[in-house]
Nanobody, 126 residues
Framework: QVQLVESGGGLAQAGGSLRLSCAAS????????MGWFRQAPGKERDFVGAFTRSAGTTYYADSVKGRFFIFSENAKNTVYLQMNSLKPEDTAVYYCAAGAPTMGWGYRRAEKYDSWGQGTQVTVSS
């Protein structure tokens, strides 16, 4: 199983940017569909975006489309979440996750992912 470690969270002002990193170890992340989720206090874990291995396509939640971008560096076995034009409602703990490349349309569902990082806090002030 792949192990994941997120980093890069912190405090940002509204309109600012942050870049989160998700470093994979144990196995190459190129075997997996890689997803990003977030969880605000008292709320469920919500889908943010995912790169689906089977389709080779990246999908985003409507709430972040056009502001957040997923990219990767294969040589570093790392996936990134670039977050621009941040809003206070983006405040949450962000998690990266790895799942089977065959999950198909299940990429928006947290239960479809097998491996999770520990999460990193993102706080956006107004």
């Amino acid at each position: 199983q792949v192990q994941l470690v997120e980093s890069g969270g912190g405090l940002a002002q509204a309109g600012g940017s942050l870049r989160l990193s998700c470093a994979a170890s144990g196995r190459s992340f190129i075997r997996y569909t890689m997803g990003w989720f977030r969880q605000a206090p008292g709320k469920e874990r919500d889908f943010v975006g995912a790169f689906t291995r089977s389709a080779g396509t990246t999908y985003y939640a409507d709430s972040v489309k056009g502001r957040f971008f997923i990219f990767s560096e294969n040589a570093k076995n790392t996936v990134y979440l670039q977050m621009n034009s941040l809003k206070p409602e983006d405040t949450a703990v962000y998690y990266c996750a790895a799942g089977a490349p065959t999950m198909g349309w299940g990429y928006r569902r947290a239960e479809k992912y097998d491996s999770w990082g520990q999460g990193t806090q993102v706080t956006v002030s107004s």
